[in-house]
């Protein structure tokens, strides 16, 4: 047990009139190894926490295109904005949106990262680069964000162009996975 | 209509599966591990007073709900893990909704010598009795092999 | 006070058991919209302050906030979530309109439950992790795969064993409470079954309601025993559902040429979370519906309430609430389920709307839907439902097991 | 609208893990707070909750199972939530009950218990991505960060007219101006007298261009504050620290459709509350701050959101030594998030509770120098859209 304090017990009256504050921190420190030789007791769960979340109708269509190799985005007419993700009202004017578009498949990177963590905070030593990409025929920083591969971490640069790699076409399940990453254009 | 186009497709894909799957640690307390520490190696429960409400706590508090007030390491006592049967029901699902083998009867319990009750699982064959008031008894696993969580009370007899 | 708050448009979506073509947005956006547009106001421009009702787990992200603002339409404008039911976002909305930071301010709450797979175990993970949760079942994950990984580096701590293989129903929480509230009010279970067939007779001639039918007591006493001595009719089912409501300064409200519905108190209380000692009288419902009626300036609640929405996620609920409230002595509010004084046509009508047991359990937004019947009374708009000369009336929630909150609203014309 | 005072504050210790339970926490943080301001559980009105993400502690309705540790066991008790943003938006809420002569009295709560999300919090932050957009890919939520954090350091060397390499060095100081501020602080995690610049850019990279100690960690913690109206307050108080204004503001929930060089939503945020403070020009009027800072270059960003410098300079301030303690503008005085420890919604401790303590002279060793009047605290929180601003001035 670390710094175990000699009293627990939170005891301010003693120090009233102190002009420091807080005058002291309680409580009691506990340390990752402390846990693991069970020093301290505890107590143990696993929910299940399940979802099954309805698509909707914008997303719908969005992975269905994915599915098909296309990246679909919607028109709001009134803001004369094209969405990138597509979702069924714009919410800047707050109406609804109305025509699909293909956005096609080639951007530019909006910017990006070279992490050395994986998705549980564990360290990885191949670090995954990953980004967001706005895309040709969408306005400026309208994206998605992806992975970048085929990528040489020292050369990845905001502003860079880059192109959709994509599944072959009978692995593809309508996901986002449904593209495998982005890679650099040529000349690039 | 709220929206400029809406579904009509009835053989699209509508759900995305996912979850928010975590295991959870939960640190007894100040006052549940001076419980669970004494639960490991007795048969008894360690509960607490509050000086001031006079009002007894089992399972042990830091402070005081009522008053706010601290209660002191020299309020805590020893009291049996004995009871008596306020509430009960008998459970006939489980949490996915469907049916369970056995039925489970559930009880809130008004432990002996304190002003609190305690959840438990109540051990009997016959569902149909009406087993309010009736005395139970705390069931705890063998002492060797108590972990110091509220799974050291196998169910009330 | 100066300032008086009402509510100047209310908008929802159908309640329906699933709703697979809509997202969560959408659904939101649904309910919000249609209220904007009751109100006459422009969410962009006009509504100075957005709230939105709703817990994490219910919706199945950790901080569900993120996912508000686009669609009540509160982009780059004041936007929060509260962590409670409906009716606390009115109190939340009525706050903040009494600050003079905002004149107009929307609160939405909504349920989408048929996302979530595992409610059961939901309820469950509500309870206190030490003492009230292992008493459930299993520590391990019991049916559903997709556990979290552990490295070398970083293993699993130790985690205990048990001989359970299932986790039992939440609902266990609910029969027990019954059972108090049966011997200690001396309340028979024909008169809970009552209540179901009334609210759920109602719910016909609510055109929103998912779950309306035409039982007889008889029926409701033959449904088999879940968590005795609660009856599988007793329980409100799931619903989906979303709520929007908008509330003005009366100065806006009369600017814009509504006519207000006053939302004139609200009061919200919360009982120690330990069912170790807590007592299960409703306590939460008698202390919220004090403080509600002390800010509306109500005397004599029995007098003055014309129509009543309480919460009735379980049949005994209705009445316990009633009776918590000083709508009825203890034990008399069964009675009054029985003899017709809480249908549409008696002294005291109560859930007009079909309540939770006919419109649906639609977990936070059961009190604003509660409010939505209200007002909807105080509008002269519910049509075959319709309460004769309503003034007044309350709406009152409960935030559900494991819990003992719960909150109060009064609205008068 | 009454004027609300603070008369209380209170705080914990924050650590990776603590022994305690949430309720206990809460217990102790609410505890100090009653005894600074010398009441009792009888003359709190009302009581108000801010706890950030439900999967950190793991307990559904997690304000629910923690009332009676914030004394609110038979009380009206109502949460709030906006992701990190609740440090200051509790007590935004509290001020709204009070301001509004809802309540007299008004005890704010924040507690969090980071540490008991296995393996990692990381696993609860996984499940605030887009479902269907974003989780398939498996993000960290560290990830958001580096993307944010390269594109404001690309747009502010491109302003100072530095190279990338050295406005990454001068964001690093401000790790080092934090963790040294931070000594002295009693609930401080990870105060360091001894930390340089070169600490700070040889830390393992988590993902570029952060470096480990560019972020706060996790932690266990509570704070409280109590806030009383205008009419009651010369009960506890003759020189009484009033909240001067509040704003908050959230941005759109689709971050990939956004520039994320700028936080407009801090700015609208911070405009709402100082017009209602009457703070004209920020940079004259305000006398601290304590911008957010989980990350190093957040407070820099956030800085420029509550108009506290030029867009993109915020940098170049920190590394004039501006923003320390004895500067022009001290920010975080307190030491922050990067110096204390950041259990999400218990920041409240550093980010209001720290300008009261200011305000008040209570601040000991962490106190600035001269005659602060007027000091102003953020957070901010969700997919870096949700802003919350507090101004809290003396007399």
Sequence with gaps: MAEEKKDPAFRLRETKGQMSWPPYAPGTHVRESDIREKKINYSWWEPEVQYAWSAGHAMNVFLDGLKKGKIMGINCKRCDRILVPPRMFCEYCYGPTEEWVEVGDTGIIETYSISYLDSDANRITEPILIGVIDFDNSPPHHGIMHYFGEMDKEKIKIGMKVKAVWKPENEREGAITDIKYFKPMEGE | ?157 | MSRKVCVIGVGHTDFNSITPDMQWKDFMYEACNKAYVDAGVDPRRDVGSFITCAEDYWEGFSIFDEFVPDQVGAVLRPCCTVCGDGIYGLGTAYMQIMTEYFDIVAVEAHSKVSDLLTYGDMIIHAMDPLFDRPVSGPVARPKYGGSPKYTEAAPKPFVGASDEKERVHPYFLAGLEMQHYLKSTGTTEEQCASVVVKNKKNAYFNPYADYELNIGVDDVMKSEYLFKPLKKYDIAPNVDGAVCFVLATEKKAKDLGIEPIYLSGFGWCSETPWLSTRGMEAEYAKKAAKMAFKMAGVTEPKKEIDVIECDDRFSYKELQHLEAMGFAKPGEAGQMAQDGTLNVKGSLPTNTSGGALGVGNCLEATGIQKALEIVTQLRGHAGKRQVNDVEKGLAQSWRFLPTGSGAVAVFER | MKEVAVIGGGMTMFRRHLKETGKELSYYAAKMAMEDAGITKKDIDMVVMGSAPDAFDGVHLKGENLLDGAAAAGKPYVRVFNGGGTGVFAPIAGWWHVASGVADICLVVCEEKMGNCYPHPQTAFRHIWDPILDRPLNPNLVWLFAMEYNRYMNFAAQKMGISVEKCKEWIAEVAVKNKRNAVGHPCAQLADPNITVKDVLESEIMAWPVNRLDISPPSDGAAALIYCSKDVVHKFTDDPIYVGGVGWNIDSTMWTNRDLYFPRYVANAAKMCYKKAGINNPTRDIDFAEPYDPFTYKELHHMEGMLLCEKGEAAKMTHEGETQRDGRMPICPSGGLLGVGNPIAATMGQKVCELYWQLAGKAGKRQIPGDPRVGVGMAWGDIMQMATVIALRRG
């Design chain 2, 1 to 157: 209509m709220t929206f400029g186009e809406k579904q009509t497709d009835p053989l699209a894909k509508t759900h995305w599966r996912g979850d928010m799957q975590a295991d959870y640690f939960y640190p007894s307390g100040v006052a549940g591990d001076k419980f669970f520490e004494h639960l490991k190696n007795n048969d008894d429960f360690m509960v607490c007073k509050c000086k001031k409400c006079n009002k007894i706590y089992c399972p042990p508090r830091l402070y005081c709900e009522d008053c706010f007030d601290e209660i002191p390491d020299d309020a805590w006592s020893p009291v049996a893990a004995t009871g008596k049967i306020r509430l009960f029901t008998v459970a006939m699902l489980d949490a996915h909704g469907e049916k369970l083998a056995v039925p489970r009867v559930m009880a809130l319990i008004d432990i002996d010598n304190t002003d609190s009750a305690m959840l438990g699982v109540i051990k009997t064959s016959d569902l149909d009795a009406d087993l309010t008031g009736k005395n139970v008894k705390a069931i705890l696993k063998p002492k060797d092999k108590r972990e110091g969580t509220l799974k050291d009370i196998v169910c009330w007899e």
